[in-house]
């Protein structure tokens, strides 16, 4: 039996996926080219949604091999197929690259295979090779059904039944080498790899001094190379993209020693696998290696990473992506019809797009092309917004004018974080106080939130004191939830003191309370009357004017890794006796209060931490058990965490704030349980964000289902508390934070040149704002404006974008849920980035 879920999201909704229905439908899934982490989120997303709507759903093994050689290649899926895959690395339905499908014969006997099951729409899984064999099948399968018919192989009949193939792509890739969309699967996962192994090699860098050169995947395509270098504050990055100029061999040389000119212990020198100079030459790792010690005589090592790139646990974000993605997948194929072309389904942003396939891999060649002719700069363009942003980013960062080279603004910019430690902040201070520098300005770091700015804890920072900060977790500069209310006066003297022109504020909803709170002072306090930003930073994701905050992926990821252990050690008990003992073990507090408190507690860390502390308690308990994991999120009233911790992870519940329940609800998902324990899945997940009702408590809710699970299942519960505040912030937090900041001190630089020599006094709403992420375009909203979208009493936006996505995750758990599908890709078109 399902649980019946009949409330619907609310909102004017134009139309519901119960609309939609996959009767008589049947699709076939495929996964092909390289594998990618998350690959197996899209499968599950593609299954589930696919029986969902009433569809046939057909896994076809080992790519187009499998469906060249159909037979048991292509197997019906059912729920359970796709059960416990979501945490798992790689594809459980095999990839493997196939010749056969290159010619016409080969896809000739494919087309057979899948005519036999009555498949006419498949979901493809892969890289532009993989896609643009789908787009030629897609566009041959007339010729291809006239001819079995003729062959007799078909009867007339199913010709004109089968007549169109409809076909869908995602792009599983760890390179991102595809244009059009921002993200491709396995790519945010293929990032984590890398920046463990930075992390890593950075503590052993603290006793040796040395310079490491780090290969990267991507034979054309540097997003890896670049987006890590960024996210490490790397000393030099090679990509084909866009090649060093001549004479780099020196430049880099010179900036290498400079560097340990200003006891940098560690150069960190990132190349991706495709590097090229200006004139097609590859840069090879050993020959940069050559160059460090001829030239400077370093210590120097080169690790190529290879495929560990491609290997572990898929991050939150790939198996958020992937499983939007394959419902989009689904719904894409339900509404194509036949002069539909056949499409990817891409992220754009953070919105969910529709492209034609065959466009995205014409831009894609095109950029092969452009670097093979050596126009690079077409090159940077054609790969699109988000890569061109990140290269620039980067240049600004790394690069430093000589100080004389600068012109000065005698401005006087102030950096301040607030709130909650969320890991992320301390690359947005470095992004901030660089771009600032570069700007002309003289920056300010104020210490300990707005307690410390009120006495006068401020002090001057320079370019070097930030050198090493973007992997650092919680707030170096301090931070504190203080308001600034109480002070004004005292800070306004700050104000004036040090002449402070302008201000950035990093934080969560304090930070955002603080903002509203120093503008409301402007008619008193002139001092305020300058311009003042804030970039969203909490765990929560909470803050009106951002679909995201930094720190808030670092902290899904702590999250997911968190039920992984669980399972692991559910799965590992079975073998292994010491571990039959009670399982709620991570200590932790749930008072989000304590300010600056860094707990460096990472995820593998975590389960460390459960393995040690089983050690110690060493008492034995049943063995293995049908097992429900209760677990409690941090986030105060926004059930942010809790939702898309449970997308990611699978949840059968998440108890959020947002959407009220009441016993019912309840009692329907402890039946959910009981009646998935009859299956062969036998674990459960429940996630319960700590707010979410003041009397059903955690306690309440393990209390209720280990009553009611008796005999059926038990029960564990574990409390998160402040680790998800992050020891290392996830790449995208560090690149999040450094990119967003820059955006706002380029913002500020702005405002104060507007100013420059008049005296300008900032009253006006809009140079108080919030820089946030919203759909795809990055915005400046004004406070003033963002005050009509706040639930001030439970500190969260009116608003929130991901409460659309919670029907999936409830689909995606087998209940019942309306799905809106109003919002989902209208049929765009791919578009270079203008430079
Ligand atoms: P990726 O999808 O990761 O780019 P490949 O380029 O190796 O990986 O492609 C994977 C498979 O897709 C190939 O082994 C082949 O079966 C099929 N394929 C690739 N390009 C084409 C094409 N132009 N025509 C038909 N099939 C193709
Ligand atoms: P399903 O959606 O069938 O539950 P999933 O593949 O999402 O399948 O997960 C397998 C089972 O394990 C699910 O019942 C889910 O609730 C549970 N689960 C998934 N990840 C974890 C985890 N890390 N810790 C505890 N339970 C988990």
Same mark, same amino acid.
């Given at each position: 039996?399902?649980a019946?879920?009949?409330?619907?999201?609310?909102?004017?909704?134009?139309?519901?996926?119960?609309?939609?229905?996959?009767?008589?439908?049947?699709?076939?899934?495929?996964?092909?080219?390289?594998?990618?982490?998350?690959?197996?989120?899209?499968?599950?997303?593609?299954?589930?949604?696919?029986?969902?709507?009433g569809?046939?759903?057909?896994?076809?093994?080992?790519?187009?091999?499998?469906?060249?050689?159909?037979?048991?290649? *292509?197997?019906?899926?059912?729920?359970?197929?796709?059960?416990?895959?979501?945490?798992?690395?790689?594809?459980?339905?095999?990839s493997?690259?196939?010749?056969?499908?290159?010619?016409?014969?080969?896809?000739?006997?494919?087309?057979?295979?899948?005519?036999?099951?009555?498949?006419?729409?498949?979901?493809?899984?892969?890289?532009?090779?993989?896609?643009t064999?789908?787009?030629?099948?897609?566009?041959?399968?007339?010729?291809?059904?006239?001819?079995?018919?003729?062959?007799?192989?078909?009867?007339k009949?199913?010709?004109?039944?089968?007549?169109?193939?409809?076909?869908?792509?995602?792009?599983?890739?760890?390179?991102?080498?595809?244009?059009?969309?921002?993200?491709?699967?396995?790519t945010?996962?293929?990032?984590?790899?890398?920046?463990?192994?930075?992390?890593?090699?950075?503590?052993?860098?603290?006793?040796?001094?040395?310079?490491?050169?780090?290969?990267?995947?991507?034979?054309?395509?540097?997003?890896?190379?670049?987006?890590?270098?960024?996210?490490?504050?790397?000393?030099?990055?090679?990509?084909?993209?866009?090649?060093?100029?001549?004479?780099?061999?020196?430049?880099?040389?010179?900036?290498?020693?400079?560097?340990?000119?200003?006891?940098?212990?560690?150069?960190?020198?990132?190349?991706a696998?495709?590097?090229?100079?200006?004139?097609?030459?590859?840069?090879?790792?050993?020959?940069?290696?050559?160059?460090?010690?001829?030239?400077?005589?370093?210590?120097?090592?080169?690790?190529?990473?290879?495929?560990?790139?491609?290997?572990?646990?898929?991050?939150?974000?790939?198996?958020?992506?992937?499983?939007?993605?394959?419902?989009?997948?689904?719904?894409?194929?339900?509404?194509?019809?036949?002069?539909?072309?056949?499409?990817?389904?891409?992220?754009?942003?953070?919105?969910?797009?529709?492209l034609?396939?065959?466009?995205?891999?014409?831009?894609?060649?095109?950029?092969?092309?452009?670097?093979?002719?050596?126009?690079?700069?077409?090159?940077?363009?054609?790969?699109?917004?988000?890569?061109?942003g990140?290269?620039?980013?980067?240049?600004?960062?790394?690069?430093?004018?000589?100080?004389?080279?600068?012109?000065?603004?005698?401005?006087?910019?102030?950096?301040?974080?607030?709130?909650?430690?969320?890991?992320?902040?301390?690359?947005?201070?470095?992004?901030?106080?660089?771009?600032?520098?570069?700007?002309?300005?003289?920056?300010?770091?104020?210490?300990?939130?707005?307690?410390?700015?009120?006495?006068?804890? *401020?002090?001057?920072?320079?370019?070097?004191?930030?050198?090493?900060?973007?992997?650092?977790? !919680?707030?170096?500069?301090?931070?504190?939830?203080?308001?600034? !209310?109480?002070?004004?006066?005292?800070?306004?003297?700050?104000?004036?003191?040090?002449?402070?022109?302008?201000?950035?504020?990093?934080?969560?909803?304090?930070?955002?309370?603080?903002?509203?709170?120093?503008?409301?002072?402007?008619?008193?306090?002139?001092e305020?009357?300058?311009?003042?930003?804030?970039?969203?930073?909490?765990?929560?994701?909470?803050?009106?004017?951002?679909?995201?905050?930094?720190?808030?992926?670092?902290?899904?990821?702590?999250?997911?890794?968190?039920?992984?252990?669980?399972?692991?050690?559910?799965?590992?008990?079975?073998?292994?006796?010491?571990?039959?003992?009670?399982?709620?073990?991570?200590?932790?507090? *749930?008072?989000?209060?304590?300010?600056?408190?860094?707990?460096?507690?990472?995820?593998?860390t975590?389960?460390?931490?459960?393995?040690?502390?089983?050690?110690?308690?060493?008492?034995?308990?049943?063995?293995?058990?049908?097992?429900?994991?209760? *677990?409690?999120?941090?986030?105060?009233?926004?059930?942010?965490?809790?939702?898309m911790?449970?997308?990611?992870?699978?949840?059968?519940?998440?108890?959020?704030?947002?959407?009220p329940?009441?016993?019912?609800?309840?009692?329907?998902?402890?039946?959910?349980?009981?009646?998935?324990?009859?299956?062969?899945?036998?674990r459960?997940?429940?996630?319960?964000?700590?707010?979410?009702?003041?009397?059903?408590?955690?306690?309440?809710?393990?209390?209720?289902?280990?009553?009611?699970?008796?005999?059926?299942?038990?029960?564990?519960?574990?409390?998160?508390?402040?680790?998800?505040?992050?020891g290392?912030?996830?790449?995208?937090?560090?690149?999040?934070?450094?990119?967003?900041?820059?955006?706002?001190?380029?913002?500020?630089?702005a405002?104060?040149?507007?100013?420059?020599g008049?005296?300008?006094?900032?009253?006006?709403?809009?140079?108080?704002?919030?820089?946030?992420?919203?759909?795809?375009?990055?915005?400046?909203?004004?406070?003033?404006?963002?005050?009509?979208?706040?639930?001030?009493?439970?500190?969260?936006?009116?608003?929130?974008?991901?409460?659309?996505?919670?029907?999936?995750?409830?689909?995606?758990?087998?209940?019942?849920?309306?799905?809106?599908?109003?919002?989902?890709?209208?049929?765009?078109?791919?578009?270079?980035?203008?430079?």
């Amino acid at each position: 039996m399902d649980a019946d879920d009949s409330r619907a999201p609310k909102g004017s909704l134009r139309k519901f996926l119960e609309h939609l229905s996959g009767a008589g439908k049947a699709i076939g899934v495929l996964t092909s080219g390289g594998d990618a982490q998350g690959m197996n989120a899209a499968v599950r997303a593609v299954v589930r949604m696919g029986i969902y709507v009433g569809a046939k759903v057909y896994f076809i093994y080992e790519g187009y091999q499998g469906m060249v050689d159909g037979g048991s290649n *292509i197997a019906e899926a059912d729920w359970e197929s796709v059960s416990s895959i979501l945490q798992v690395g790689g594809t459980i339905i095999g990839s493997a690259r196939c010749q056969a499908f290159r010619t016409r014969e080969g896809r000739l006997k494919a087309a057979c295979n899948l005519l036999q099951r009555g498949i006419t729409n498949l979901c493809v899984i892969g890289g532009d090779g993989s896609l643009t064999g789908a787009n030629l099948f897609r566009k041959e399968w007339s010729g291809l059904l006239e001819e079995l018919a003729r062959n007799g192989q078909i009867d007339k009949e199913a010709v004109q039944k089968y007549a169109y193939l409809n076909v869908v792509g995602m792009v599983g890739s760890i390179d991102n080498d595809f244009c059009g969309t921002d993200m491709t699967i396995g790519t945010d996962s293929a990032l984590h790899r890398i920046i463990e192994v930075v992390d890593a090699i950075m503590t052993t860098a603290q006793s040796h001094q040395r310079t490491f050169v780090l290969e990267v995947m991507g034979r054309h395509c540097g997003y890896l190379a670049l987006v890590s270098a960024l996210a490490c504050g790397a000393d030099w990055v090679f990509l084909p993209e866009s090649p060093p100029e001549e004479g780099w061999e020196e430049q880099m040389c010179v900036k290498l020693s400079e560097n340990r000119a200003r006891k940098k212990r560690l150069n960190i020198i990132i190349v991706a696998e495709g590097a090229i100079d200006t004139q097609n030459k590859p840069i090879t790792s050993e020959k940069i290696k050559e160059l460090v010690v001829t030239q400077l005589g370093y210590d120097t090592r080169v690790t190529i990473l290879g495929h560990v790139q491609r290997g572990g646990t898929p991050s939150a974000f790939d198996r958020i992506l992937a499983s939007r993605m394959g419902v989009e997948a689904v719904i894409a194929l339900l509404e194509a019809t036949p002069d539909t072309p056949a499409c990817v389904v891409s992220l754009n942003g953070n919105h969910a797009v529709r492209l034609p396939l065959m466009e995205c891999v014409q831009m894609t060649q095109d950029v092969q092309k452009a670097m093979d002719e050596r126009r690079f700069q077409d090159a940077v363009r054609l790969r699109g917004r988000s890569f061109a942003g990140n290269l620039n980013t980067y240049k600004r960062l790394a690069i430093k004018l000589p100080d004389d080279q600068i012109p000065k603004t005698n401005c006087n910019v102030a950096v301040i974080n607030v709130g909650a430690p969320a890991a992320g902040m301390n690359a947005a201070v470095r992004s901030a106080v660089r771009v600032g520098i570069a700007d002309g300005h003289r920056m300010l770091a104020i210490y300990d939130g707005f307690d410390g700015f009120a006495k006068g804890q *401020i002090k001057e920072i320079g370019w070097t004191d930030v050198g090493g900060w973007t992997g650092q977790g !919680g707030s170096i500069l301090g931070t504190k939830r203080v308001l600034p !209310g109480k002070y004004l006066e005292e800070i306004a003297t700050q104000m004036r003191t040090h002449s402070i022109n302008a201000l950035l504020i990093i934080g969560g909803f304090e930070a955002y309370l603080g903002l509203l709170e120093l503008s409301a002072a402007r008619e008193k306090h002139e001092e305020f009357c300058v311009p003042m930003v804030m970039v969203p930073a909490t765990v929560s994701n909470n803050v009106p004017g951002s679909d995201f905050s930094i720190g808030a992926d670092t902290a899904l990821n702590t999250i997911t890794d968190a039920y992984k252990s669980a399972c692991d050690m559910a799965e590992a008990r079975g073998r292994h006796q010491e571990l039959c003992i009670p399982l709620c073990v991570v200590p932790a507090t *749930i008072s989000n209060n304590v300010p600056g408190t860094e707990i460096s507690l990472g995820s593998d860390t975590g389960l460390n931490a459960v393995v040690e502390t089983c050690d110690r308690i060493k008492q034995s308990a049943s063995g293995t058990k049908r097992r429900v994991f209760i *677990i409690e999120t941090m986030g105060g009233y926004c059930g942010y965490l809790a939702n898309m911790g449970g997308l990611a992870a699978g949840a059968d519940a998440a108890y959020i704030f947002e959407e009220p329940f009441d016993i019912r609800d309840l009692q329907s998902n402890v039946e959910h349980l009981t009646e998935k324990m009859k299956t062969t899945i036998q674990r459960g997940l429940v996630l319960r964000n700590e707010s979410c009702s003041e009397n059903y408590t955690t306690d309440f809710i393990y209390q209720l289902y280990s009553e009611e699970g008796k005999g059926v299942f038990d029960c564990r519960k574990n409390v998160l508390g402040h680790m998800q505040q992050g020891g290392a912030p996830s790449p995208f937090d560090r690149n999040f934070g450094t990119k967003i900041s820059a955006r706002a001190m380029e913002w500020i630089t702005a405002k104060l040149k507007e100013a420059r020599g008049r005296g300008k006094k900032f009253t006006t709403d809009d140079s108080v704002c919030v820089l946030g992420i919203s759909k795809r375009n990055v915005i400046f909203q004004p406070v003033a404006e963002l005050k009509k979208q706040t639930d001030f009493e439970h500190r969260i936006p009116k608003e929130q974008w991901w409460l659309k996505l919670r029907p999936l995750m409830k689909i995606l758990a087998k209940y019942k849920a309306s799905y809106d599908v109003s919002d989902s890709g209208q049929l765009e078109h791919v578009q270079p980035w203008s430079v």
